[in-house]
């Protein structure tokens, strides 16, 4: 997909021979991969098979064994990075507008770009309720509505779609095309497809 849209930086992923270990169990071995602006990058394998690791080590937070990860493009290579784990790393008690809120303070967004994510994850009716009684799915769009908050080139999903129903999927989908369309890149950790087609796709073996 071309992208012409509004990242003035288009950093791009660069991994050569990357090979990733938990104690002494490699994960993955010697993989090698580019991606760029207006890229889907679908990572494939089972449970328990280095999907997880390998999305935590493009984002800085695993050492590599051998092999090394560059984001090129970039003056402040972690700032052009949104990982979004499977947890959604939420508190019960707050309500998703004060979640919204917070990350908006954390991410420098103003106040029509915090009440312009809650509106692109749908949850606009659901803003004053605390997150105990969200359904999972509805934590889940909340988890995401991070994304839309900071706009950064290179978003790094592990099971983004976890608990949500057709519609939330379809969400998922239009956000992550949108993101192309803008120029950015998403590498995304699935168990199955979600919807945009892939212009690559890696598979992981334990």
């Not at 784990?85 to 954390?106: E, F, M, S, V």
């Amino acid at each position: 997909m071309s992208a012409s849209g509004p990242f003035q930086d288009k950093p791009a992923l660069r991994v050569e021979s990357l090979t990733l270990s938990r104690g002494e169990r490699i994960l993955v071995r010697a993989l090698s991969f580019d991606a760029g602006a207006g890229e889907y990058v679908e990572v494939r394998g089972g449970n328990g098979s280095g999907k997880t690791t390998l999305l935590r080590a493009l984002a800085g937070f695993v050492k590599p064994r051998a092999g090394k990860i560059a984001v090129e493009g970039a003056e402040e290579p972690t700032l052009a990075l949104h990982y979004v784990g499977h947890l959604n790393g939420l508190k019960g008690a707050a309500t998703a507008y004060a979640h919204a809120q917070h990350w908006a303070g954390l991410f420098g967004a103003s106040a029509a770009r915090r009440d312009g994510a809650l509106a692109r994850v749908g949850l606009t009716a659901q803003a004053e309720l605390p997150v105990r009684v969200l359904s999972q799915g509805q934590a889940r769009r909340l988890a995401l509505a991070r994304l839309v908050l900071a706009p950064r080139p290179i978003w790094l999903l592990d099971e983004p779609a976890a608990a949500l129903d057709a519609r939330g999927r379809e969400m998922l989908s239009a956000l992550i095309e949108a993101h192309r369309a803008d120029g950015g890149l998403v590498v995304a950790a699935v168990h199955d497809a979600l919807g945009p087609e892939p212009s690559q796709t890696l598979t992981v073996t334990a």
